[in-house]
């Protein structure tokens, strides 16, 4: 459980799952996602949408990198 306004980083491994769920209703869970080995590359809403082909995540979505790869699913 992370208090409202504060942050949680963890580098997240291939078959790792990360699960976010919202305890208290109406919040918002700003996420940033970046490649382990170059930080440089990171998670792009524009280019998920895209590759996509959709605004909505649901389970299977490619979230797709800066550089138009998949960073995770």
């Known amino acids: 459980v992370i208090p409202a306004g504060e942050g949680w980083m963890h580098k997240l491994h291939a078959g790792q799952t990360l699960r976010i769920i919202d305890l208290e209703g109406n919040q918002a869970a ?10 440089s590359e990171r998670y792009s ?21 800066n550089r138009c790869r998949p960073l995770l699913t």
């Open 45 to 65: 809403a524009q280019d998920t949408i895209r590759e996509n082909g959709g605004i909505y995540l649901t389970t299977g979505t490619r979230l797709m990198s």
């Open 30 to 39: 700003d996420t940033f996602f970046f490649s382990a080995d170059d930080l």
